[in-house]
């Protein structure tokens, strides 16, 4: 059973019992599920007890395995929608995720209960992008009325990685998030920023960027495509890897192997094999930009976008851009939505032209080393 250790300082300072014989009502709560340790500690079973913030009684706060239960991950999208509801999750995608870790990754996840309510989840594992050995990338939210309960859950997580030795920890927060000021207070410091950063198709005009494109390029969907044969599947996942080589992130991107990319981006639920474009010369791939479904409503989510080096600066990008576009209003979307790298001057640059409105930016974090409990 999982077992938490209370530095429950007021509760040490409780007040003796009354001419009654009985304690305040939060106090009794609180010690019927504790032992006292030597060294005037409190032991408790799973919950962890806390005050209220108006004081006076003690909640109960249980933090729980995550089952992957339809239940759980039901719970789950619901916590980070109340804590985040312009970030949502949804349920096909999470699985998605969860199901295609290799045997050997980290996934660890639970979730935070108080009086029987999920106020909160927090997880650590293998990072997903960049699944460098001895990282972990860690992750809470908590509901607003929950906040309160961060640094328990932070005592909480540093209990648990401790035995698997991870030389940093990773985590990546919106920097208007309170997980941003409660990670850096921590001692995590800022690697690099992405923007997300949206296009409002209702008001947006393609006309004066079109031009024609480069002689012997065309644009095709996936699905006119043979992308579900072995030989054209692994053309694209090295297109894909000669393009993530150019991303201008601040450490070098450890890809995927074949199979994992295979299962990950081509048997993703959100995948749009319409909305997913290539630049062919000949039968050669050259350039691509997709776009998938997303749990925003009316909206598509852009994944990469890239031209090979030796077709750059032709128009073939922003040709990419904007028949993704075209996809998108034809399919019903009103909004397009994408992330970049701060750095990535190129692709901002297209993106700025095209009319994408930059939202709070994403902040990588790091930890290292990894702090051990006091
Ligand atoms: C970003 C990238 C896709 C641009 O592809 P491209 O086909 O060369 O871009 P385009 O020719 O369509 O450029 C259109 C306009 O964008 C701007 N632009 C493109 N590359 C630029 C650069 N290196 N510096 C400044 N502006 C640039 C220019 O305004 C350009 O118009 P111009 O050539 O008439 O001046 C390409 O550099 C690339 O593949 N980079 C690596 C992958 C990557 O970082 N992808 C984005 C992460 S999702």
Excluded at 49 to 67: C, N, Q, S, T
Excluded at 153 to 175: D, I, N, S
Aim: proline share 10%; charged share 20%.
């Amino acid at each position: 059973m999982l077992h938490f250790y209370l530095s429950l300082r007021r509760l040490e300072r409780a007040p003796p019992p009354t001419r009654t014989g009985l304690l305040p009502y939060g106090y009794a709560r609180a010690l019927k599920h504790c032992a006292r340790q030597a060294g005037g500690l409190w032991a408790c079973p799973q919950p962890f007890l806390y005050p209220r913030p108006a004081g006076g009684e003690f909640l109960v706060m249980k933090i729980r395995p995550f089952e992957f239960s339809q239940a759980d991950y039901q719970a789950f999208v619901e916590v980070r929608q109340a804590a985040h509801p312009e970030a949502p999750l949804n349920i096909a995608q999470l699985k998605h995720l969860d199901q295609t870790r290799f045997p050997d990754e980290v996934l660890r996840r639970f979730l935070v209960e108080q009086e029987g309510q999920v106020v909160g989840m927090l997880e650590y594992a293998t990072p997903y992008h960049n699944p460098k050995p001895g990282a972990l990338e860690v992750g809470y939210h908590l509901h607003p009325q929950a906040q309160a309960l961060a640094t328990r859950l932070w005592a909480f997580l540093l209990e648990r990685v401790a035995p698997l030795r991870p030389y940093e920890l990773q985590a990546q927060v919106r920097e208007d998030w309170p997980e941003f000021g409660f990670l850096l207070a921590q001692g995590f410091t800022e690697v690099e920023r992405k923007w997300a950063s949206v296009l409002d198709l209702s008001r947006f005009d393609p006309g004066p960027l079109q031009r024609p494109l480069p002689p012997g390029i065309v644009l095709k969907p996936l699905s006119m495509l043979p992308w579900q044969e072995e030989a054209f599947q692994r053309a694209l996942y090295s297109l894909e890897l000669e393009l993530l080589e150019d991303v201008p992130t601040r450490e070098p991107i450890t890809p995927w192997p074949f199979e994992l990319w295979r299962k990950r981006s081509l048997e993703d639920p959100n995948l749009l094999p319409e909305g997913f474009f290539l630049a062919l010369e000949g039968q050669e791939m050259v350039g691509l930009t997709m776009l998938f479904k997303s749990s925003r409503p009316q909206t598509l989510q852009t994944g990469l976008t890239g031209v090979k080096r030796s077709h750059r600066r032709k128009g073939i990008a922003l040709a990419l851009k904007l028949q993704a576009a075209a996809f998108a209003k034809a399919h019903g979307a009103r909004y397009i939505r994408t992330a970049n790298h701060q750095a990535n001057r190129p692709m901002l640059a297209i993106n700025e032209a095209l009319g994408f409105v930059k939202e709070p930016a994403t902040v990588v974090l790091r930890l290292s080393p990894v702090p051990s409990l006091p």
